[in-house]
C-alpha cells in the first residue's frame, strides 16, 4: 500500500495564481482531510470530509475549495493565491467510526510570491 | 479555540521522563496525540476517548481528566528517537461527533545522549 500520497512536493505561484493541490489514499477510508501548518501555530484545519460527496468547513476554510467524487481522492484548490497562505499543507485520511488515527500524507511546501 | 500544550520546549537526557499536558476551555469527546519530526509527516501516537476507552501504543501512556479537560501525554525512559514535536488534538463534545480536531500549537521534545 502507498498509504497516502501527495503531489507536488513543492511548489511556488503567484499571487492570483490557482492551483490544485492533490491527495490520494489506498486503503479505502472514508474519512480525509487538509490541514495547514505554519510555524508556531500547529496545524489547522482546512476542509474535511466523511465520505465520496459529502465535504464540509474546517476552521479556516476561506479562499480554498475541496470535492470528493471518488473515496480515494480528495483535492484541494486554492481559487486565486494569496502570501497568506503559503504554508506546508498536509491530507490526512482515517477510518470513520468511533474516532480512530488519522494518517498523514508527506505533505506538499507551498510559497506564494 | 486551540488547546493549550505545556511547555512549550523541553530538553531531556536519555533515560529520563517527561510530561506533556494539554488543556481545553471545551468540553472534549476525545483527544489525540501526534509527534512529528523535522521536515516529516505527523505520527499517530493516542486516542484518548470520552468514558475512559484509550487507543494507541502499548510503551506510550496518556490520560485524560474529563472534567477538567485535561489530558497529559507520559514519556518514560525517553530515547533519542522520541525527540519530535508533540501536537494535542482535541475534538469537542457536540455529541454528533464532529471529526473535527483542533491541534495545538506543539511541544518540542529534544533528547540528548
Known amino acids: 500500500n502507498a498509504g497516502v500520497t501527495q503531489t507536488p512536493k513543492f511548489q511556488v505561484l503567484k499571487t492570483g495564481q490557482s492551483m490544485t493541490l492533490q491527495c490520494a489514499q489506498d486503503m479505502n477510508h472514508e474519512y480525509m482531510s487538509w490541514y495547514r501548518q505554519d510555524p508556531g501555530m500547529g496545524l489547522r484545519l482546512i476542509h474535511y470530509?466523511?465520505?465520496?460527496?459529502?465535504?464540509d468547513q474546517g476552521e479556516v476554510p476561506n479562499g480554498y475549495n475541496v470535492s470528493r467524487s471518488t473515496t480515494e481522492d480528495f483535492p484541494l484548490r486554492l481559487l486565486s493565491a494569496a502570501p497568506s497562505q503559503t504554508s506546508v499543507y498536509f491530507c490526512a485520511s482515517g477510518r470513520r467510526g468511533p474516532r480512530n488515527e488519522q494518517f498523514f500524507g508527506p505533505g506538499t511546501r507551498l510559497t506564494v510570491l | 479555540q486551540q488547546p493549550v500544550q505545556s511547555p512549550q520546549a523541553v530538553i531531556l537526557r536519555e533515560g529520563e521522563d517527561a510530561v506533556i499536558n494539554c488543556s481545553s476551555s471545551?468540553?472534549?469527546?476525545?483527544v489525540h496525540w501526534y509527534r512529528q519530526k523535522h521536515g516529516e509527516a505527523p505520527v499517530f501516537l493516542m486516542i484518548?476517548?470520552?468514558?475512559?476507552e484509550q487507543k494507541g501504543h502499548d510503551k506510550i501512556s496518556a490520560s485524560f481528566n474529563e472534567k477538567k479537560q485535561q489530558s497529559s501525554l507520559y514519556l518514560t525512559a525517553s530515547q533519542l528517537s522520541y525527540s519530535g514535536t508533540y501536537f494535542c488534538?482535541?475534538?469537542?463534545?457536540?455529541?454528533?461527533?464532529?471529526?473535527?480536531?483542533?491541534f495545538g500549537k506543539g511541544t518540542k521534545l529534544s533528547v540528548i545522549p
Open positions: 471545551k468540553a472534549l469527546y476525545s
Open positions: 484518548l476517548l470520552k468514558g475512559g
Open positions: 470530509s466523511v465520505g465520496a460527496g459529502i465535504t
Open positions: 488534538g482535541t475534538e469537542p463534545d457536540s455529541g454528533a461527533g464532529s471529526y473535527q480536531l483542533t
